[in-house]
C-alpha cells in the first residue's frame, strides 16, 4: 500500500456538531482509493481529504491510502474483513463499485456488508460520434444501429461487463438489437476512445460527460445524448439529454464513500454530519468543481437506500445483457 497526506498544514476545529452530543473527529482520518493514483478513487479521496480540512471540519490533514486489485474488490474486502469497527478510514466507491457488486465480481460479500456513507458529486454518461459523423441525434443513431448493427463498432473505456459497455449496451437494447452481439472494443480510458473516433476506428464512444465535454467544444467529437434527468450546465447547456430524444435512458456517476459495517453508530453520524456540512461551502463547491463534477449530494441512510437501489437496478441490467 502506498498513503500521501492531503494538506500541509493542520487546522482549527476539533469536534463537530452532532444535535445536541459532540462526537470526537477521527484520530487519524484516512481515505482509500482502491486503485492506483491518478485515478477516479484517488479523485473521490482527494475530494474529501481537500474540503474537509479547507472547512476545517477535520483539524489535521487526511491521509490517502491507494490499494489496488479488482477496480476496488480488495478494497471493498480489506474494509470488510480488517478494517470493519474502524471509525478513521472511510473507503472510495462509485457507480462502477455497485455495478461490479451486482455482478458478483467483488467476491463473497454483497452491497449490505458495508455502511455507506454518502455521495459528494456525480458525472453522467454519454454517447460521443466522431465530429464528421452523419449521425446529429440520438434518434438517427439508434435507427441506423438497428437497420444494421454490425456496422456499428462501439469504444469503451472498459472491459465487457463495465459502464462502459452497460452504456453501449443500452444502445442496442433501445434499437431492439442483442446486446451480447454488439460490436464493443474495449479501450484503457477515455483518451483511447477519443483518439479511436477521431482515427474513423469506431462509430459511437461510450464515456462520461466530464471527459469529453471539452473534446465536444472543441469540435473533435459530438456528444449526442447525456444520459441526465436534466440538461447539464456550462458546456453542454445545449446537448440534449437522452429522455429529451424519447430514450429512457440515466446514467449517473456518482462518486462516494462508505465505512465499515460495524463503525458505531455514534460514529457513522460524525461522518454524515460532516459530509453534509461541508457540502454546504462553497470551499467545497470548487472543489467539486475543479474535479469536473456535478452536483449531486446524498448522505446517511439515503444514499445507502440509494446504492441498494442501484445494485437491484444494474443486476436486471446485467441480465438482460446477458452478463
Not at 454519454?126 to 437497420?147: C, F, H, M, R, W
Request: aromatic fraction near 8%.
Amino acid at each position: 500500500m502506498k498513503h500521501v497526506f492531503i494538506g500541509a498544514l493542520a487546522m482549527t476545529g476539533a469536534m463537530l456538531a452532532a444535535g445536541s452530543t459532540a462526537y470526537a473527529e477521527p484520530a487519524k482520518p484516512e481515505c482509500l482509493a482502491g486503485a492506483k493514483p491518478g485515478g477516479g478513487f484517488d479523485l473521490t479521496c482527494r475530494l474529501a481529504a481537500n474540503a474537509l480540512l479547507t472547512t476545517k471540519i477535520i483539524s489535521k490533514p487526511m491521509a490517502v491510502t491507494y490499494m489496488e486489485g479488482g477496480v476496488g474488490a480488495v478494497a471493498y474486502n480489506h474494509i470488510i474483513s480488517k478494517r470493519a469497527s474502524d471509525k478513521n478510514m472511510i473507503a472510495a466507491a462509485s457507480t462502477g463499485s455497485a455495478l461490479l457488486i451486482a455482478q458478483g465480481k467483488f467476491g463473497k460479500y454483497d452491497e449490505s456488508a458495508v455502511r455507506w456513507l454518502g455521495a459528494l458529486g456525480t458525472d453522467y454518461g454519454v454517447l460521443v460520434v466522431a465530429a464528421d459523423s452523419p449521425y446529429k441525434n440520438l434518434q438517427e443513431l439508434i435507427t441506423a444501429y438497428k437497420s444494421s448493427p454490425a456496422d456499428f463498432a462501439i469504444a469503451g473505456g472498459g472491459a465487457v461487463g463495465s459502464q462502459d459497455w452497460m452504456k453501449g449496451s443500452l444502445l442496442a437494447k433501445n434499437a431492439g438489437q442483442d446486446p451480447k452481439q454488439m460490436r464493443y472494443v474495449a479501450l484503457e480510458g477515455g483518451g483511447a476512445v477519443l483518439t479511436a473516433l477521431e482515427g474513423g476506428h469506431v462509430k459511437v464512444g461510450a464515456g462520461d460527460a466530464a471527459e469529453m465535454s471539452k473534446h465536444h467544444v472543441a469540435g473533435k467529437v459530438r456528444i449526442l445524448a447525456v444520459m441526465a434527468p436534466e440538461r447539464l450546465p456550462g458546456d453542454l447547456k445545449d446537448v440534449a439529454t437522452a429522455r429529451e430524444q424519447g430514450v429512457d435512458i440515466d446514467w449517473p456517476v456518482w462518486r462516494g464513500y462508505y465505512v465499515g459495517k460495524d463503525v458505531s453508530d455514534e460514529d457513522y453520524k460524525w461522518w454524515v454530519d460532516a459530509f453534509t456540512k461541508m457540502a454546504q461551502t462553497p470551499e467545497f463547491a470548487q472543489e467539486r468543481e475543479a474535479r469536473g463534477l456535478y452536483a449531486y449530494t446524498e448522505v446517511g441512510e439515503a444514499f445507502d437506500k440509494q446504492v441498494k437501489i442501484d445494485v437491484a437496478r444494474f443486476k436486471t441490467l446485467a441480465q438482460e445483457a446477458g452478463m
